[in-house]
T-cell receptor, first 116, second 116 residues
Framework: GAGVSQSPSNKVTEKGKDVELRCDPISGHTALYWYRQSLGQGLEFLIY????????KSGLPSDRFSAERTGGSVSTLTIQRTQQEDSAVYLCASSLEAFLLHYGYTFGSGTRLTVV | AQKITQTQPGMFVQEKEAVTLDCTYD???????LFWYKQPSSGEMIFLIY????DEQNATEGRYSLNFQKARKSANLVISASQLGDSAMYFC?????????????WGAGTKLIIKP
């Protein structure tokens, strides 16, 4: 697609429920990143996919968080048994090539998750 | 130690004035890239400007320029003739090249408010 697409744009869920957040990167972008941004804060790295390599999950805050990327394209971030502290904006970004310095990220517009 | 430091949590600037947003970085790599992103209240992250460590000229993109002082490890963003639409969060980020560190490392951001 023309840009990075994220869905849903807003999600309100009850504490304890599972949620799935979707990211559709720019076609041809091999690198995909998930970040979390709490209100008024900077970006917190969650997970990174590069091509067919094993993902870097070092930023996932707990085992309730998982992500997959199917066919090197669409990615789904799943949060199980949501807690109120999971409330944040979840940003997805893709990059043409992760290992070249001058390639920055193109971000999606984010999913605002509210756990009540 | 912080890799990216943005010392100004918030700034107020009069419309049409120039504004400088500070960013200092810390790396032992010789090869790295520096980025600035803008995040308006709508939430999307917008790429503004890139500076490579080997670039001899300061990067410019329209009203944006990057004041790159390599010896001081400083990469300040300069916005000339500020406009009301420049009100947003601004993030400085770095990608290091020699350590196979593929991520963008982010600063905490500066909230810029342009006054009419």
């Amino acid at each position: 697609g023309a840009g990075v697409s994220q869905s849903p744009s807003n999600k309100v869920t009850e504490k304890g429920k599972d949620v799935e957040l979707r990211c559709d990167p720019i076609s041809g972008h091999t690198a995909l990143y998930w970040y979390r941004q709490s209100l008024g804060q900077g970006l917190e790295f969650l997970i990174y996919f590069q091509g067919n390599s094993a993902p870097d999950k070092s930023g996932l805050p707990s085992d309730r968080f998982s992500a997959e990327r199917t066919g090197g394209s669409v990615s789904t971030l799943t949060i199980q048994r949501t807690q109120q502290e999971d409330s944040a904006v979840y940003l997805c970004a893709s990059s043409l090539e992760a290992f070249l310095l001058h390639y920055g990220y193109t971000f999606g517009s984010g999913t605002r998750l509210t756990v009540v | 130690a912080q890799k990216i430091t943005q010392t100004q949590p918030g700034m107020f600037v009069q419309e049409k004035e120039a504004v400088t947003l500070d960013c200092t970085y810390d790396t032992s790599d010789q090869s790295y890239g520096l980025f600035w992103y803008k995040q308006p209240s709508s939430g999307e992250m917008i790429f503004l400007i890139y500076q490579g460590s080997y670039d001899e000229q300061n990067a410019t993109e329209g009203r944006y320029s990057l004041n790159f002082q390599k010896a001081r490890k400083s990469a300040n963003l300069v916005i000339s003739a500020s406009q009301l639409g420049d009100s947003a969060m601004y993030f400085c980020a770095m990608r290091e090249g020699e350590d196979s560190n593929y991520q963008l490392i982010w600063g905490a951001g500066t909230k810029l408010i342009i006054k009419p």
